[in-house]
T-cell receptor, first 111, second 120 residues
């Protein structure tokens, strides 16, 4: 969706940290989400953050939200080859059923 | 639990043909969704159903119809397929939970494996 933008590709070495960035335009977003899509499969929710939070950590995943700049990032620590996938940023506004997705960032992890 | 299932997995149609994509979920979710995924464009919402008996248009509804047959099933129909409808179609379901102070809750959507449709 044009409301949510991401870079399309990211390549990192195994063991490094990956940072995937996203910008969104709707300041009334309630929740922001990160989904992961593995080849030939549907999307799977990785994590989410409520719009009044700045940071959320969940094991190797850290989500940072800058509401002023409408910028969201996902950091994956100690990236593994199994993390290779497409990562989608998404937002919902007050109509919570209308979820807008970015185009997805294809993460490639090299051994 | 099978989660969200979709049939068929693959389909090739000729321009003008019709077909129905089937979706079912066994998680007792109220909300169900149909998306299409195109290269470089992410997922775009076609239609959704917030509860049994209701359907609403999403971002790209033209050329599609939907039916919420019961709580479990939500079908997507292409009445007269066009090459522009070549895409991967995903069905999803969710139950919004955990709203703070009466506000909206988290909408964790569970996705099916997708249907790859080609219209010639």
């Amino acid at each position: 969706g044009e409301d949510v933008e991401q870079s399309l590709f990211l390549s990192v070495r195994e063991g490094d940290s990956s940072v995937i960035n996203c910008t969104y335009t709707d300041s009334s977003s309630t929740y922001l989400y990160w989904y992961k899509q593995e080849p030939g499969a549907g999307l799977q929710l990785l994590t989410y953050i409520f719009s009044n939070m700045d940071m959320k950590q969940d094991q190797r995943l850290t989500v940072l939200l800058n509401k002023k700049d409408k910028h969201l990032s996902l950091r994956i620590a100690d990236t593994q080859t199994g993390d290779s996938a497409i990562y989608f940023c998404a937002e919902t506004v007050y109509n919570n059923n209308d979820m807008r997705f970015g185009a997805g960032t294809r993460l490639t992890v090299k051994p | 639990n099978a989660g969200v299932t979709q049939t068929p997995k693959f389909q090739v149609l000729k321009t003008g043909q019709s077909m129905t994509l089937q979706c079912a979920q066994d998680m007792n979710h109220n909300s169900m969704y149909w998306y299409r995924q195109d290269p470089g464009m992410g997922l775009r919402l076609i239609y959704y159903s917030a509860s049994e008996g209701t359907t609403d248009k999403g971002e790209v509804p033209n050329g599609y119809n939907v039916s919420r047959l019961n709580k479990r099933e939500f079908s997507l129909r292409l009445e007269s397929a066009a090459p522009s409808q070549t895409s991967v179609y995903f069905c999803a379901s969710s139950e919004v939970v955990g709203g703070l102070a009466g506000g909206p809750g988290v909408n964790e959507q569970f996705f099916g494996p997708g249907t790859r449709l080609t219209v010639l």
